[in-house]
């Protein structure tokens, strides 16, 4: 396509909207964070699904469509893992 993949971690760290994760954080606190991360994917897969079906992008449509059912299932299967009440703080940000 003429351009060059990134190809390091250095160049991944740069693309990313996700931020590292904190070894310090206990477990409920890392599947909220991992249950957030989810959530930003997705979010960001509607945003190139919107596209896509503006352009008649049928084949992105699809691969698109697939991803998103993968993150999506992932944020809901992380989220009801966690206690009601974590869960409940989950809904006020998302």
Do not use: Y
């Not at 760290?13 to 890392?30: F, I, R, V």
């Not at 909220?32 to 992008?57: C, G, I, M, P, T």
């Not at 059912?69 to 893992?81: F, Q």
């Amino acid at each position: 396509l003429g351009a060059k993949a990134p190809g390091s971690f250095t160049a991944f760290n740069k693309l990313t909207t996700l931020s590292a994760g904190d070894a310090e954080k206990d477990d409920l606190e890392m599947v909220a964070e991992l249950h957030d991360d989810q959530f930003a994917v997705a979010k960001s897969l509607n945003a190139a699904l919107n596209a896509a079906q503006k352009a008649d992008d049928e084949v992105t449509i699809g691969l698109l469509v697939d991803r998103l059912s993968v993150h999506e299932k992932a944020a809901w299967m992380l989220r009801s893992s966690l206690p009601k009440a974590e869960r409940a703080k989950l809904s006020q940000a998302a």
